[in-house]
């Protein structure tokens, strides 16, 4: 059975970098069918998917364009993780944040989640 | 980006009664939709996949139906461990959306 445990500060400065881990347990972060996605939650903005890395031969992201220019998602195969780097975050960045496992074909859906991390931005 | 609304945003039922949430795509997305419970404080989880397809573990009073842009999710019998929060989420591109939710509560 699939765990994904994350961790990482619930508190982020305005203009600075909110930085998350989740930690794989049951499947690995190099898996050929599965990818590994973050997905946050706030009052204001629902569900909202911001991207997501997988291995197939070799590695990919995916970002949503409302992120793009700010996200990093990068898996370290040493520890079987996966982070979540945001830039530059402001208030509308307020958020629970979940780490989740999916795939990459069209019928795909979130299998397994973390517990979720409630990132508040202030000062 | 394909726009998923869903319908009631907030629906009361009582133990036992037949319940229908609808959500609708922006777009022709095939059956390629997925619909999650979430309860207070909890990550969601997934229900149904592909439509009509029942996740492994979830009780068959849960069904799924629809393809194109128009999808449903019934539940047969409300039981007491089904009051939550209900999304739907589309996988048939990038990014991936979501509805906006249907609480259901006690009536």
């Known amino acids: 059975q699939v765990q994904l445990q994350q961790s990482g500060p619930g508190l982020v400065t305005p203009s600075q970098t909110l930085s998350l881990t989740c930690v794989i347990s049951?499947?690995?972060?190099?898996?050929?069918?599965?990818?590994w996605n973050w997905i946050r939650q706030s009052p204001s903005r629902g569900l909202e998917w911001l991207g997501r890395?997988?291995?197939?031969?070799?590695?990919?992201?995916d970002y949503a364009v409302s992120v793009k220019s700010r996200i990093t998602i990068n898996p370290d195969t040493s520890k079987n993780q996966f982070s979540l780097q945001l830039n530059s975050v402001n208030p509308e960045d307020m958020a629970v944040y979940f780490c989740?496992?999916?795939?990459?074909?069209?019928?795909?859906?979130?299998?397994?989640w973390g517990q979720g991390t409630l990132v508040t931005v202030s000062s | 980006d394909i726009q998923m609304t869903q319908s009631p945003s907030s629906l009361s039922a009582s133990i036992g009664d037949r319940v229908t949430i609808t959500c609708r795509a922006s777009?022709?997305?095939?059956?390629?939709v997925n619909w999650y419970q979430q309860k207070s404080g909890k990550a969601p989880k997934v229900l149904m996949y592909?439509?009509?397809s029942l996740q492994s573990g979830v009780p068959s009073r849960f069904t799924g139906s629809g393809s194109g842009t128009d999808f449903t999710l019934t539940i047969s019998s409300l039981q007491p461990e089904d009051f939550a929060t209900y999304f739907c989420?589309?996988?048939?591109?990038?990014?991936?959306?979501f509805g906006q939710g249907t609480k259901l509560e006690i009536k």
């Open positions: 989740a496992r999916g795939g990459t074909v069209t019928t795909n859906w979130f299998d397994a």
């Open positions: 989420q589309q996988s048939y591109s990038i990014p991936y959306t």
């Open positions: 777009q022709s997305i095939s059956s390629y």
């Open positions: 890395t997988y291995y197939r031969s070799k590695w990919y992201n």
């Open positions: 049951g499947d690995s972060v190099s898996s050929n069918s599965a990818a």
């Open positions: 592909g439509a009509s």
